[in-house]
């Protein structure tokens, strides 16, 4: 089992910047990847960035790349999301998601990201 947990969250006017955090614990050693993801209308998520644990070898969506950036401090066992030249279409829940080597998904509780125009 793994338990991830965002803070960082917050409103923001359009052009600010804001980190988000997640804090994992529980079985770090069997994870594959982590991510953010961000809620899309019905109960899709969008992937926005990931980063394998192995090689901390990153993706972005189109639509936050030179904008976001996606980092883990191991020693902490801590995912950041830097979110910089914030636009109201960032407005958002943002959840921090992890998936283990037998494939099974673990999820934050999501944290409000609002920019401001």
């Known amino acids: 089992q793994v338990q991830l947990v965002e803070s960082g969250g917050g409103l923001v006017q359009a052009g600010g910047s804001l980190r988000l955090s997640c804090v994992v614990s529980g079985d770090i050693d069997n994870l594959n990847a982590m991510s953010w993801h961000r809620q899309l209308p019905g109960n899709e998520r969008e992937l926005v960035t990931s980063?394998?644990?192995?090689?901390?070898?990153?993706h972005y969506a189109d639509s936050v790349k030179g904008r976001f950036t996606v980092s883990r401090d191991h020693v902490n066992n801590t995912l950041y999301l830097q979110m910089n030249d914030l636009k109201p279409e960032d407005t958002n829940v943002y959840y921090c998601?992890?998936?283990?080597?037998?494939?099974?998904?673990?999820w934050g509780q999501g944290t409000q990201v609002t920019v401001s125009s």
């Open positions: 998601g992890a998936i283990d080597k037998f494939l099974v998904p673990y």
């Open positions: 980063i394998f644990v192995r090689d901390d070898t990153t």
